[in-house]
């Protein structure tokens, strides 16, 4: 038999390539596809859990959801640290020491939030489960390749890779302190009850011009207080606060 040609070889070597990125396309509509399921499946399964009529208690609800497989959960606050993209972030956090992180307690979960802190600031170190929500990607591979294997390919589960099933992270974080957010977003006042002292001090003063106490109709009046923009109403002998909201655009002056 003759060996192939010269022009035959190309030919060859092109569809070897053509079905090459055909496999690779497959594999990827099947992510996507597996995905799409995955979403239909939970969607159906919670219109069907609401649909229900007769209310069950809460274990035996936790119970149904454990054997359903959908357990929902509700976060309890939102990290964020000194790392803002994921490119970079050390593997580990010892390999960084002086990195920091903020961890913001949701005020909605409890009446008093803060009374789930009591107690906290006698331990060093803290336990955090957290879910990986900015992966952007809801399909997983069950074997992937590690940065440092060299290009070795090895399951999932062995692996700190955040693409996994359940997307969730347990990390032992040290803990410097605890501090109530009062600050409410003021660069320099230090909590709403000093915000809310300043405004009083600024209306009782009556900060209005002349000209606009003796000739004008219109009563409102508008100031800048740190952060914030005020609405206020001047009535006869009082003031009173219409709106307070974040600046627009805040204007350094040197």
Not at 80 to 107: D, H, W, Y
């Amino acid at each position: 038999m003759e060996p192939p040609c010269d022009c035959c070889s190309e030919h060859i070597q092109k569809l070897n390539q053509q079905v090459s990125v055909m496999r690779k396309e497959i594999k990827n509509l099947r992510y996507v596809v597996t995905a799409v399921s995955r979403m239909s499946c939970c969607q159906e399964e919670k219109a069907t859990a609401t649909a229900a009529a007769s209310p069950a208690s809460p274990q035996t609800t936790l119970e149904q959801a454990s054997i359903s497989g959908i357990i929902q959960t509700t976060p309890i606050g939102f990290i964020s640290s000194c790392f803002a993209m994921k490119n970079g972030t050390p593997r580990q956090p010892t390999v960084c020491g002086p990195s920091r992180a903020e961890l913001r307690i949701q005020q909605n979960i409890f009446n008093n939030p803060q009374h789930a802190l009591l107690g906290l600031q006698h331990f060093s170190y803290v336990w955090i489960i957290f879910l990986f929500h900015k992966n952007g990607q809801l399909s997983c591979k069950a074997k992937v390749k590690p940065p440092r294997l060299n290009g070795q390919r090895v399951g999932v589960y062995s692996t700190r890779s955040p693409h996994r099933p359940n997307a969730l992270g347990l990390t032992l974080a040290r803990l410097d302190k605890i501090e109530s957010d009062d600050r409410a977003g003021f660069q320099f006042l230090r909590s709403t009850d000093e915000a809310a002292s300043a405004i009083r001090g600024i209306l009782s003063a009556d900060p209005r011009s002349v000209y606009r106490r003796t000739r004008c109709k219109d009563r409102l009046f508008f100031f800048t207080l740190d952060t914030a923009d005020v609405t206020c109403w001047f009535g006869e002998d009082f003031a009173e606060v219409l709106q307070v909201r974040p600046v627009q655009s805040h204007m350094k002056s040197y």
